[in-house]
């Protein structure tokens, strides 16, 4: 299902996020929102740890 206007899609962005973090690619921990990491660990995208090395918190 699309977003619709104004909405942010948080399985895109999440997914977005979690190939970056699988990757090692520099991710600056303002990038991702408090929001953003609870949808990431809550759907399994990212664990704890990935989010704690790049300096992010849920």
Do not use: C, N, W
Request: net charge positive.
């Amino acid at each position: 299902m699309a977003a619709r206007s104004g909405e942010i899609d948080l399985d895109a962005l999440g997914a977005l996020f979690a190939a970056k973090l699988a990757s090692g690619t520099y991710v600056a921990p303002s990038a991702i929102s408090p929001r953003l990491a609870r949808h990431m660990l809550a759907s399994g995208l990212a664990s704890a740890d990935d989010l704690r090395r790049v300096g992010v918190t849920a």
